[in-house]
């Protein structure tokens, strides 16, 4: 590390220095920094080689539990059903169509294919014209979320000419002779709308410039309502949006604005008939609804559905030719509530009917849409999971209001969801607040303060973590540990305002939030107090930084994950990916009390020479999210404060934010963090 000139700099007159900035290697192949990632991960594979027998037998297990060759719920669009499947010892699947159940089937897409000779692979954009001719896709081979573009001739099964780098949305007009598609700037932004036409040679260098965004802190995406008449173009950033419409079947036409950007206003655009609905929190956090004639959808022709509920998150809306599904959150729950739409007279505004919601069995579970692509159905398909389902997919009638149960994901080796229980708690943040903590156990651990139990946690951006199943899960559950998700503030759980509460200089409640649900688990006796392990990833991988410096003693082992670590030094440089756009999430350090709340709780600023749990932290060279550097310096300055720190940094050298894309791959990974914690927290601990 000597040798290597530490950077030093003045912020509001602070001097800081920083000895560790040397790991930031840009082009990834700076001999010195290479030779210490791999240092590193010959160093952990070391220490926890006494693991190898358990990791294999838990890859073994989860690897049981699936089943390999399967099929996915075939969906109707147009002329054809599609669906995936998997094939045993083949690690992506295959997209797939056929004409009815009994026609020969169709490959779309082999991603299998696509992957040979590639260490990742991973589709974003998947698009299919209206007639079924052609598909746009998208693929990244690093694990950087650097997508090229691509269009396949589905009758013939050959490649066009497109091969269009950095590429995010894709959107085809009616006819399917045009698409629009985004592109991402230096800091990887999608900050470019560009139309092209198939079969034309080349990208943005001759394609047709629609729109571009030049705030910095607003992304772009393009999008086709379900009816397929309107292609909408949104700009956002995490706290303001704006969008145009364009009319599906006059790709060259001009692009109208809905309604301008306004401040802390964000609003979403869906159509049905001779109206615009909008999602829109102009009247309250937690949004309502309005409608607007798509001849002149300006603001002022806005009027209100439904109204904001303090109580109701209104966090999504689909629309179909006879009703609509409404996606709520409640009491940290979802729920789907359908209502029915019929066409008002003359300019009226659509007429709402009867509404009623989907009833769920569980008091903890998740449900949401799954594939809806046929607008005119009185069917609804969703799917549903609890900690002790498996992902189940239904046909809802909204009429009969009655379900039927298409595909429950199998659990192969005789799972019995009657041998676990989940339920919902709620621990007493240090301002009063009740924050739910989901919980799953085997029914026949003790509750007595002796049972180890992991503890995860987001808390950010206003993400819902998901009440789910996770067969893999069940390695720990069996080994007698409790699974709890603390559903902390930043999160949206429990609406807007609860993302409002977790972040900007309200930052800390996301990880006393935590610290309280911790806690709550020792007191109520489920966790014990010395077998108590954390977990989070990327902003969670923040919040272990900032739980364990402000309560190291309260957890016995952390694994975190991808993990944003260094906040000050990566939301100074606004070069870096993600910076600008979220300052509306952290705040900016070169505004003073910005950068005096951050210093508060950011991970590598207040590391110390003070006792760590055991910790594995792992990341990958290719993240475009959380650059490895991060967590590399993060590991090596505790390393430094603390030598006989026992901390553990992993690397995937050949990934990207999410770690490997190959299913196979991926459960390896698992089978390393969960060795780790069982290591770390069951008595029986070297079992194999």
Excluded at 321 to 334: A, I, K, S
Excluded at 438 to 467: E, M
Excluded at 602 to 628: F, G, H, I
Aim: glycine share 8%.
């Amino acid at each position: 590390m000597n040798e290597h000139a530490p950077h030093i700099f003045e912020l509001h007159g602070d001097t800081i220095r920083d000895d560790l900035a040397w790991l930031r290697d840009e082009t990834k192949k700076n001999p010195d920094v290479l030779a210490h990632l791999e240092a590193e991960n010959a160093r952990t594979e070391a220490a926890l080689q006494h693991l190898a027998p358990l990791r294999e037998t838990l890859y073994k297990e989860m690897l049981a539990r699936i089943k390999e060759t399967d099929l996915s719920v075939p969906y109707r669009r147009g002329d054809w059903l599609y669906y995936s499947r998997t094939v045993e010892g083949l690690q992506y699947p295959l997209y797939c169509r056929k004409r009815d159940e009994n026609a020969p089937e169709q490959i779309v897409l082999d991603v299998n294919q696509l992957a040979q000779g590639k260490k990742f692979m991973a589709v974003s954009a998947y698009s299919i014209t209206d007639d079924g001719r052609f598909l746009a896709f998208s693929t990244d081979d690093t694990g950087f979320r650097q997508y090229t573009l691509f269009v396949k001739n589905l009758e013939t099964g050959e490649l066009g000419p497109e091969q269009i780098e950095k590429t995010g949305s894709v959107a085809w007009s009616a006819g399917g002779s045009y698409f629009f598609y985004t592109i991402e700037d230096a800091a990887k932004r999608q900050y470019r709308v560009y139309r092209h036409r198939v079969g034309t040679p080349g990208g943005p260098e001759i394609d047709a410039l629609v729109y571009e965004e030049t705030d910095e802190r607003f992304r772009v995406g393009v999008g086709r309502s379900r009816s397929r008449e309107w292609l909408f173009l949104e700009s956002g950033s995490h706290t303001s949006s704006e969008m145009r419409c364009l009319r599906a079947n006059d790709p060259e036409g001009v692009w109208r604005l809905i309604a301008p950007r306004e401040a802390e206003h964000e609003y979403d655009v869906s159509h049905w008939g001779d109206r615009f609905f909008i999602r829109s929190n102009q009247t309250g956090r937690n949004f309502a609804l309005f409608t607007a004639p798509v001849a002149d959808p300006r603001r002022e022709n806005w009027r209100e559905a439904i109204p904001h509920r303090s109580s109701v998150m209104l966090s999504g809306v689909e629309l179909f030719r006879n009703h609509m599904v409404l996606h709520e959150r409640e009491d940290g729950l979802p729920h789907l509530r359908i209502q029915s739409l019929a066409a008002g007279e003359g300019a009226s505004d659509p007429v709402l009917g009867s509404w009623h919601r989907v009833q769920f069995p569980e008091p903890v579970y998740s449900a949401g849409s799954h594939v809806n692509a046929e607008f005119d159905t009185k069917l609804y398909r969703y799917g549903y999971e609890s900690p002790v389902t498996p992902s189940s997919v239904f046909d809802y009638d909204v009429e009969t209001r009655s379900a039927v149960l298409l595909k429950q994901t199998e659990v192969l080796g005789g799972y019995d969801a009657s041998l676990y229980a989940c339920e919902r708690l709620h621990a007493e943040a240090p301002d009063g607040t009740r924050v739910p903590i989901s919980v799953v156990y085997r029914k026949s651990t003790p509750r007595d303060g002796s049972t180890p139990a992991l503890l995860y946690g987001y808390g950010s951006y206003g993400v819902v973590i998901p009440a789910g199943f996770n067969s893999n899960r069940l390695s720990l559950l069996d080994r007698g540990i409790v699974y709890a998700i603390a559903h902390i503030r930043g999160g949206g759980e429990m609406g807007k305002t609860w993302h409002d509460h977790g972040r900007l200089h309200n930052k800390l409640n996301t990880f006393t939030d935590f610290i309280a649900c911790a806690e709550h688990l020792i007191a109520a006796r489920i966790a014990a107090p010395k077998k108590l392990a954390a977990m989070g990833g990327s902003a969670g991988g923040l919040l272990m930084g900032a739980a364990v410096n402000m309560r190291p003693e309260l957890f016995h082992a952390v694994v975190s994950l991808v993990p944003f670590v260094d906040v000050i030094n990566t939301m100074l440089d606004e070069s870096l990916p993600l910076t600008v756009g979220e300052f509306e999430e952290w705040g900016n350090p070169k505004v003073r009390a910005d950068y005096e709340y951050m210093k508060r709780y950011c991970p590598y600023t207040n590391l110390a020479a003070r006792p760590y749990p055991k910790m594995l932290v792992r990341t990958s060279l290719n993240d475009s999210q959380v650059m490895y550097w991060e967590p590399a310096k993060y590991v090596a300055k505790l390393r430094a404060l603390n030598p006989e720190a026992d901390v553990l940094f992993k690397i995937n050298m050949a990934a990207g934010h999410g770690g490997s894309s190959g299913r196979y791959d991926y459960l390896r990974e698992i089978a390393w963090d969960y060795a780790f914690l069982i290591d770390a927290l069951v008595d029986d601990r070297h079992e194999s």
